[in-house]
């Protein structure tokens, strides 16, 4: 394989070239370019002081007590801090002791990684002025590395020295990532090494690390692997090794060809389901794909397109994600928005602008490869619309950041990093999300998997006290009608023995309707979970409960339960002049539990609500008023075509009437059986269809 003149993975010589006129034309860029420039030149005079040991992994690094993440204060001695809970304040000490307890080991991972970052940006520095001093200061990190690497232990996340783990991190992902801009570096200074001291990186530390570390653990269709690959592939088109090249690109069943075939979605979402592992897959994948494209291997294909563009279509109306699975909120201004002006230099699409105007240009990306001055942006709009593929059912109404906008959670589970959430939801109104999905927890801590994995954390149905299994969930009906826009999907196989669809109808901008029927093989104990942003409007009604002691329910706190058969109206407050209203439909027996749940950590605390039954079919309607107002539920006679009356489990029929004497007649029928319904002013309404509005 021919492949062209150093440098090649992160600029070519021409990329050097575009990067030097971007610094001269724009003014943010030179900006940039200063900033950066100021730092490099006291890191030239500093000293290389690389620490005496691998890193620790980043998920140990959060109060074990609180389960928020923690942060590092004042130095106590060479390679020591403290370590601060910011919850209360408290110092929490780091031992070496115990891996989960090693808070020092995950600082030091930080430090490894800034010190890759500066070898990249050195060589960068040195290609943009051609100042010795730049190229020297690289060089002399790499080579301390190179000479150091092989004596590092071999450690994994537990401190266990085997397959999996890293030695400069405690996970080949860590390596991985650790490994990428030290070979872009690299690439950058490569002509100023003599031939003994790049045999040096090549048998010392490039290749133990690919071949012996990274290569022998493999994962498959993961984004974990996307950064292997990364790592492998940049090592290869650095040294002109053919077999790393095959390794990271074109092995079938893992390499880049592999990921972008089976990994993305047809709605270019990445397959795990979670926001902030798109990005993070996103991250892994843009070093090789540059790299191979400079070296005439690669293209800037259709799905890696299709990855940028997605997020734009799924994101709220103030342009931040949801947090699906295990991530946290993205917000596309901040944590996005770099990557997208090398999005928007490659493919020049029109609806990336919004983002990228409102959006802080002094940032990497945009220095080495945005354009230097931005067209002015079209107004981005937010539709309903239901995405197949991915199994997320979008309901929008109103305009800019204040629109009303929920998202219905159907789809794949997301492998290892999905939740059993099968028809939960995330619901936004005026710039904040209302009724928030839980997200993640640092992975090492118990409250990741005793709370936020799982079902009673999220906006669904939880049987029996214990978590929906993973399963795929089917569309049933989506549309809009008579200005309702609305949904109707199947959880799939969430339960043995449990069949459960949810409908949902934004009826208007402020409130939304919910018909949530389900039929089991036998008496379950049913609780349909709501979770929101706030606290409660005191005083609840009832008597103290106590949760029990599983998982979810275990974390619940403040509890209280009344039983009624009727018609509930639970009152919240978003904010202090923000009121918002959930209705129950009366007619079964039902406890209605209102207590509070986790939010950020244990003592965030979120208001969370229960309708509780025993019953083998039952049918539960109910509706959130975002503004407040009062509303009526009650349920309609509905018949078969023979005139046998329906149970509500199988056929519901609503009138929805509120406050201000507005009134809506609404249908769920998920079988699409043949039905009539009774209404009020005594006509009757006939079909067949899934939803309608009567």
């Known amino acids: 394989m021919i492949l062209p003149q150093h440098p090649r993975l992160l600029f070519t010589a021409e990329g050097i070239t575009q990067l030097a006129a971007r610094i001269e034309r724009a003014t943010w860029a030179a900006a940039r370019w200063e900033a950066l420039r100021r730092e490099l030149d006291e890191v030239v005079t500093a000293p290389v002081?690389?620490?005496?040991?691998?890193?620790?992994?980043?998920?140990?690094?959060?109060?074990?007590?609180?389960?928020?993440?923690?942060?590092?204060?004042?130095?106590?001695?060479?390679?020591?801090?403290?370590?601060i809970c910011p919850v209360n304040g408290e110092i929490i000490p780091s031992s070496t002791s115990s891996p989960d307890r090693d808070y020092d080991a995950c600082d030091i991972m930080?430090?490894?990684?800034?010190?890759?970052?500066r070898i990249r940006d050195l060589g960068v520095a040195y290609r943009l002025t051609g100042d010795a001093a730049y190229a020297a200061k690289a060089r002399e990190i790499l080579l301390d590395y190179a000479g150091r690497y092989l004596d590092y232990p071999l450690h994994t996340i537990r401190n266990e020295a085997k397959l999996g783990g890293g030695r400069v991190g405690p996970q080949t992902l860590d390596e991985s990532v650790w490994l990428i801009p030290l070979c872009q570096g690299a690439d950058l200074i490569w002509d100023t090494l003599s031939e003994a001291e790049r045999q040096m990186v090549a048998d010392k530390l490039l290749l133990p690390a690919?071949?012996?570390?990274?290569?022998?653990?493999?994962?498959?269709?993961?984004?974990?692997?996307?950064?292997?690959?990364?790592?492998?592939?940049?090592?290869?088109?650095?040294?002109?090794?053919?077999?790393?090249?095959?390794?990271?690109?074109?092995?079938?069943?893992?390499?880049?060809?592999?990921?972008?075939?089976?990994?993305?979605l047809p709605d270019g979402?990445?397959?795990?389901?979670?926001?902030?592992?798109?990005?993070?897959?996103?991250?892994?994948?843009?070093?090789?794909?540059?790299?191979?494209?400079?070296?005439?291997?690669?293209?800037?294909?259709?799905?890696?397109?299709?990855?940028?563009?997605?997020?734009?279509?799924?994101?709220?109306?103030?342009?931040?994600?949801?947090?699906?699975?295990?991530s946290?909120?993205?917000?596309?201004?901040?944590?996005?928005s770099s990557i997208y002006e090398l999005a928007y230099a490659l493919y020049g699409e029109e609806s990336l602008l919004p983002l990228l105007h409102s959006s802080d240009r002094r940032n990497n990306f945009a220095l080495w490869f945005g354009v230097p001055e931005l067209p002015s942006a079209p107004p981005m709009t937010r539709v309903s619309h239901n995405y197949t593929a991915s199994g997320y059912a979008i309901l929008a109404r109103g305009q800019g950041e204040q629109a009303t906008w929920l998202c219905l959670k159907y789809g794949p589970h997301g492998g290892g990093h999905g939740h059993p959430d099968k028809l939960s939801f995330v619901l936004y109104s005026r710039g904040q999300v209302i009724a928030p999905d839980p997200g993640t927890a640092?992975?090492?801590?118990p409250i990741q998997r005793g709370y936020y994995r799982t079902t009673l954390a999220h906006n669904t149905l939880v049987a029996d006290e214990t978590s929906q299994n993973p399963a795929n969930g089917q569309p049933l009906a989506f549309g809009s009608e008579g200005g309702v826009d609305y949904v109707v999907a199947a959880a799939g196989d969430i339960y043995e023995g449990v069949r459960f669809t949810r409908a949902v109808a934004l009826v208007d901008e402020q409130l939304l309707l919910f018909v949530d029927q389900i039929v089991a093989d036998q008496p379950r104990l049913l609780d349909i979970a709501y979770h929101q942003r706030g606290f409660w409007a005191e005083p609840r009604r009832g008597e103290g409960w106590v949760p029990p002691d599983q998982d979810g329910y275990r974390y619940l706190r403040d509890a209280l339960v009344h039983a009624t058969e009727e018609?509930?109206?639970l009152d919240l407050q978003v904010q202090d002049s923000w009121p918002t209203a959930v209705t129950l439909a009366g007619g079964e027996p039902t406890q209605v539990i209102t207590a509070t749940g986790v939010g950020a950590h244990m003592e965030?605390?979120?208001?969370?609500?229960?309708?509780?039954?025993?019953?083998?079919?039952?049918?539960?309607?109910?509706?959130?008023?975002?503004?407040?107002?009062?509303?009526?539920?009650?349920?309609?006679?509905?018949?078969?075509?023979?005139?046998?009356?329906?149970?509500?489990?199988?056929?519901?029929?609503?009138?929805?009437?509120?406050?201000?004497?507005?009134?809506?007649?609404?249908?769920?029928?998920?079988?699409?059986?043949?039905?009539?319904?009774?209404?009020?002013?005594?006509?009757?309404?006939?079909?067949?269809?899934?939803?309608a509005v009567l």
């Open 567 to 569: 018609s509930v109206q």
């Open 49 to 83: 002081e690389l620490p005496p040991r691998g890193g620790g992994w980043w998920h140990w690094y959060a109060c074990p007590t609180h389960g928020a993440p923690l942060q590092r204060g004042r130095q106590l001695g060479p390679w020591q801090w403290e370590h």
């Open 442 to 445: 640092r992975y090492g801590l």
């Open 210 to 264: 690919t071949k012996e570390v990274i290569l022998p653990h493999q994962l498959g269709i993961h984004n974990i692997q996307c950064w292997k690959n990364s790592a492998v592939g940049l090592a290869g088109l650095l040294l002109g090794d053919e077999e790393l090249i095959y390794e990271a690109i074109d092995q079938p069943g893992r390499g880049y060809r592999a990921q972008m075939a089976q990994g993305v």
């Open 328 to 336: 946290g909120v993205v917000d596309l201004r901040e944590r996005g």
């Open 269 to 326: 979402i990445w397959w795990e389901g979670a926001w902030g592992y798109h990005f993070y897959t996103l991250l892994a994948l843009w070093p090789l794909v540059v790299a191979g494209h400079n070296c005439g291997v690669l293209e800037f294909d259709a799905p890696f397109r299709e990855m940028f563009l997605a997020p734009l279509r799924f994101a709220m109306p103030n342009l931040r994600l949801p947090a699906f699975n295990d």
């Open 604 to 691: 965030d605390r979120e208001p969370v609500a229960l309708f509780r039954r025993v019953a083998q079919a039952t049918a539960y309607a109910w509706c959130v008023a975002l503004d407040g107002r009062r509303c009526e539920l009650s349920w309609l006679p509905v018949t078969d075509s023979a005139g046998e009356p329906l149970p509500h489990w199988q056929a519901a029929a609503l009138r929805v009437r509120d406050e201000h004497g507005r009134a809506w007649t609404l249908l769920v029928n998920p079988q699409q059986i043949v039905v009539r319904v009774a209404m009020p002013d005594g006509a009757a309404w006939q079909g067949n269809t899934a939803f």
């Open 110 to 117: 930080g430090l490894h990684d800034q010190w890759a970052g």
